[in-house]
């Protein structure tokens, strides 16, 4: 199967996947607080993912130099970006969360001219990020009156801080010119993004809410690490190696709409007509992106 052909398949399993992680979260904050909850993820996902680079024969690159490059990555997409969102959830519902992560492209877009003036975006590609952005806004109209309340707009600009982090960060991994092993290079982000939200946790975490008891919640931590962690962001990695950057971040686009039909389905959240425009705004706004980058 040529490479090509893997990336796209690595990124409708990124769509899927980290679609479905903005419920478990939710879930995953009935037994832990955010920031232990996401360190627990992720620095338990980081040794698998690093397990799983010394199983191979490609050559892992131990210098400090890279090691240092990889955690400021981990830093900026695993402590900041998922770190941030975690906290948010418990302000604000998992479907709003998603549809603010939802402005990933436009962020990647803009940081990406902002930083090297020399690319440029074509009509497709600005029509496309439009378009998808108006689905998003479609589909966040009925949560507007709820920016009154100061945790919950403490949430949402948590999490568009986290946008802008896992952004800048992606730009960073794709520019990443070690040749060593991808999935190493994915452990150390993904363990040290863990230890620093480790590290974190006992400044912003209540620990009075731990609940062990909680089976459910247990399994949902269980879920985010092995599938929304260890497989989702090794396959990120992998697209991101492959595709180009604007490409990949149609995922945000497409994660909203997983994460809300699964409210829907499994927390009773209303589906209306708006969600199928939503969609229909969104999947024409991805197409364009795609066309645009062809060309």
Same mark, same amino acid.
Request: charged letters at 10%; aromatic letters at 10%; one cysteine or more.
């Given at each position: ?20 992680? +903005?419920? &478990?979260?939710? +879930?995953? $904050?009935? %037994?832990? /607080?955010?920031? #232990?909850?996401?360190?627990?993820? =992720?620095?338990?996902?980081? @040794? ?22 990889? %955690?400021?990555?981990?830093? #900026? ?6 770190? @941030?969102?975690?906290?948010?959830? %418990?302000?604000? /519902? ?9 402005? !990933? ?11 090297? *003036? =020399?690319?440029?975006?074509? %009509? ?29 707009? !403490? ?26 092993? /991808? ?15 480790? $590290? ?18 247990? !399994? ?19 697209? $991101? *190696? ?13 994660? /909203? ?5 699964? &409210?829907? =389905? ?7 007509? +708006?969600?199928? #425009?939503?969609? #229909?705004?969104?999947? $024409?706004?991805? +197409? @364009? ?7």
């Amino acid at each position: 199967m040529q490479q090509n052909t893997k990336a796209w398949i690595a990124l409708v399993f990124i769509c899927i996947a980290w679609g479905t992680t +903005y419920l &478990g979260i939710k +879930y995953g $904050l009935e %037994a832990l /607080p955010p920031f #232990l909850m996401a360190g627990v993820r =992720q620095t338990i996902a980081g @040794l698998i993912i690093g397990l799983m680079a010394l199983s191979n024969r490609k050559a892992n690159d131990w210098s400090m130099a890279n090691i240092g490059r990889q %955690a400021l990555i981990g830093f #900026l997409l695993i402590t900041l970006g998922n770190g @941030l969102v975690s906290w948010a959830e %418990a302000y604000i /519902p998992s479907g709003v969360a998603a549809l603010v992560c939802a402005t !990933m492209p436009v962020m990647s877009v803009l940081i990406t001219l902002i930083r090297h *003036k =020399q690319e440029r975006v074509n %009509a497709f590609i600005i029509i496309g990020m439009l378009l998808g952005f108006a689905g998003v806004a479609i589909n966040f109209k009925d949560s507007v009156s709820d920016l009154s309340n100061t945790k919950y707009l !403490m949430g949402i600009i948590a999490t568009l801080v986290a946008t802008t982090s896992w952004a800048y960060g992606s730009i960073m991994g794709k520019r990443n010119k070690s040749d060593a092993n /991808p999935v190493f290079n994915s452990a150390i982000q993904v363990f040290s993004g863990g230890i620093f939200l480790l $590290l974190f946790s006992p400044l912003v975490d209540d620990y009075n809410k731990i609940n062990l008891q909680n089976t459910h919640a247990l !399994m949902a931590i269980v879920y985010l690490i092995t599938i929304g962690s260890v497989l989702a962001y090794t396959a990120y990695m992998y697209a $991101l *190696k492959h595709l180009p950057v604007g490409v990949v971040m149609i995922y945000a686009y497409i994660n /909203p709409l997983v994460a809300v039909l699964l &409210g829907w =389905q499994l927390a009773g959240e209303p589906l209306t007509m +708006y969600t199928l #425009l939503s969609f #229909l705004c969104i999947a $024409l706004g991805v +197409y @364009l992106v795609n066309l645009g980058y062809k060309r």
